[in-house]
């Protein structure tokens, strides 16, 4: 039997608040990304500008930041309060919608993602777009996809993708007038020690599939896969408790083994208005408990945004070396 070794992780601080001088630097910060040409998220000029002023961020923010990106913790998982979010339009209702324009909240959260490495979006998702709104959709309440209400299943994001991102950061402009949307936060370090060696052993061999969703146009990979990889002690995880299927019995009964485990350590968030969560792709879930949207312009609105710590191994899926990937 493989011998298991406590985990050495460092991060101390899953969740930080921000002082007064510490926020007012934010968002001035942001207020001078609103004014730079040409005010729009996806362009390179734009990019380039946000990256230098991430650089310019107050210390205590940039390097609670690296540290994270260094170590996600046992929590794999680190929440921000009190970034600026200033006056808002209503909640969007529609598909597919992203955040194109340079806003006070949208550049307060590239600011903080540039601190962690590039920006990604995804062609087959929402346009590709590096700033996504997280909003509910009339009509798609029952779907396993943000746009629904009912429990989001538990999830690596776009797990099926050898690219996935490595950080996942949802940032909150307006919770749901009922304060019932959580989002669940499961790291695999504080569930893997619920698990036997050979549920572990039998979670790291090919003998899982995630198919893609329709919009991907059927690239990634449908090819068999670990739930596990990695270091023993310490692995990364791919799974999704909606897409990925075992492919027999012993799988099947690990994969719930596991599902049981995160259920048992999982953490849900309830967001306030300038709060940021930030969930490290590779050794935490997360999924959403379900809520009841009225759709009359406040519901709850997350931005989003995908991290790549190293965008050079996607070069060959990102065309013109911009940051889409296919
Ligand atoms: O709505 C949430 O809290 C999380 C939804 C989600 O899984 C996502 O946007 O990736
Ligand atoms: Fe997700």
New binding site residues.
């Given amino acids: 039997m493989t011998e298991i070794s406590p985990l050495t992780t460092t991060l101390e601080k899953e969740s930080i608040y921000l002082g007064l001088d510490v926020r007012r630097e934010v968002k001035r910060l942001a207020g001078l990304l609103t004014e730079t040409a040409p005010g729009l998220l996806d362009n390179p000029h734009w990019l380039a500008a946000a990256r230098d002023a991430s650089c310019a961020l107050p210390a205590a923010l940039r390097t609670a930041l690296r540290n994270f990106s260094a170590d996600s913790g046992q929590a794999g998982a680190l929440q921000i309060h009190g970034l600026p979010v200033g006056p808002l339009p209503p909640t969007p209702t529609r598909r597919e919608s992203v955040e194109r324009r340079a806003t006070v909240p949208a550049s307060a959260l590239v600011l903080c993602a540039m601190a962690l490495g590039e920006m990604v979006g995804f062609e087959g998702e929402k346009h590709g777009a590096l700033v996504?709104n997280?909003v509910p959709v009339p009509g798609e309440e029952r779907s396993q996809?943000?746009a629904g209400s009912v429990d989001?299943e538990m999830?690596t994001?776009n797990a099926f993708h050898p690219h996935r991102p490595d950080f996942?950061a949802?940032f909150c402009l307006r919770q749901d007038v009922h304060g019932e949307?959580?989002?669940?936060i499961a790291s695999l370090r504080r569930a893997i020690g619920l698990l036997s060696a050979e549920q572990r052993e039998i979670l790291a061999e090919p003998r899982f599939r995630t198919d893609p969703p329709p919009s991907f146009n059927g690239s990634g990979t449908a090819a068999a896969h670990g739930v596990l990889s990695g270091a023993f002690e310490d692995p990364d995880a791919q799974v999704d408790f909606h897409a990925t299927t075992p492919l027999d019995a012993r799988a099947g009964r690990a994969m719930a083994a596991l599902r049981e485990a995160l259920e048992t350590i999982v953490d849900t968030v309830y967001?306030t208005p300038g709060d940021l969560a930030i969930v490290d792709n590779r050794v935490a879930l997360?999924?959403?408990t379900p809520f009841s949207p009225r759709y009359d312009g406040q519901d709850?609105w997350?931005h989003?945004v995908f991290v790549h710590t190293d965008a050079r191994r996607s070069r060959a899926r990102r065309v013109g070396g911009g940051h889409v990937v296919s």
């Fill in positions: 996504q997280v996809s943000n989001l999830h994001e996942v949802l949307a959580g989002l669940r967001f997360h999924g959403r709850r997350l989003r």
